[in-house]
């Protein structure tokens, strides 16, 4: 099993900054992309960020120049920093990797963390 704990998230003006932080643990052998959704009150859950382990990035339109996914392998977690937040930057925010543990490959979620730019 895989665990990920989500920390970072909370109550912004808007233009402000945050840092969302993911660290996964359990019985991972290795993990390959790990990535940040989120979804906003009355909506799908949408991809924002999305890093491989070869470090190369992938960002949805309206977050690009804003936002900057990073992961540290030595510890299992990845990092979203938010910038230049703008109210529709509100919603739930979910961390999802593609980790290898011994009796299986696949998806896995944290518990998410609210994510609030007033305006």
Not at 11 to 24: D, E, H, M, T, W
Not at 28 to 35: F, K, Q, R, V
Not at 46 to 74: L, M, Q
Not at 76 to 86: A, E, R
Request: hydrophobic content about 35%; charged content about 15%; aromatic content about 8%.
């Amino acid at each position: 099993q895989v665990q990920l704990v989500e920390s970072g998230g909370g109550l912004v003006q808007a233009g402000g900054s945050l840092r969302l932080s993911c660290a996964a643990s359990g019985s991972i052998l290795s993990i390959n992309a790990m990535g940040w959704y989120r979804q906003a009150p009355g909506k799908q859950r949408e991809p924002v960020a999305h890093i491989t382990n070869g470090g190369s990035t992938v960002y949805a339109d309206s977050v690009k120049g804003r936002f900057i996914i990073s992961r540290d392998n030595a510890k299992n977690t990845v990092y979203l920093q938010m910038n230049s937040l703008k109210p529709e930057d509100t919603g739930v925010y979910y961390c999802n990797v593609l980790a290898v543990t011994p009796v299986r490959r696949g998806d896995y979620w944290g518990q998410g963390t609210q994510v609030t730019v007033s305006g």
